[in-house]
């Protein structure tokens, strides 16, 4: 079994999307292991995005991440880290396939609805970075 770190980002909170995505999770079988709707802050997310923090694309990123409230949620399952990104779907709505959460719901590259660590390194480190007492 696994845990993954999923956000379920202020798009979805601002558009009453959580219980649709938290609800694809749960059926799908992944137990969720901790639950927070948070506030963060610019350093927060520099932390979160640490290795995106010097591309193009980041300054509107922060932006949005920090804009409101947002879900964090860590799920446990077998090969739980693939399974969230599948459920997901690919990073931009637009492209991302019909059936997945940004497939069905997002059509945007940026305000797509859902973060999941993409490896077991990620999902450690972030794990760490936003539930420390787990
Ligand atoms: P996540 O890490 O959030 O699950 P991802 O792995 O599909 O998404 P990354 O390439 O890690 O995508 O990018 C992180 C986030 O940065 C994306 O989810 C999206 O919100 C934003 N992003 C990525 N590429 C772009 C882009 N070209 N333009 C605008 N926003 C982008």
Known sequence: TQRTLV???????RRGLVGNVLGRFESKGLTVVALEQRLIDGEQADRHYAEHVERDFYPPLRAFVTSGPLVALVLEGDE???????INGATDGRKAAPGTIRGDLSVSNRENLVHGSDSPESAAREIALWFPDL
Do not use: F, G, N
Request: glycine letters at 0%.
């Open 7 to 13: 956000l379920i980002k202020p798009d979805a909170v």
């Open 80 to 86: 739980a880290i693939e399974v969230v990104r599948a």
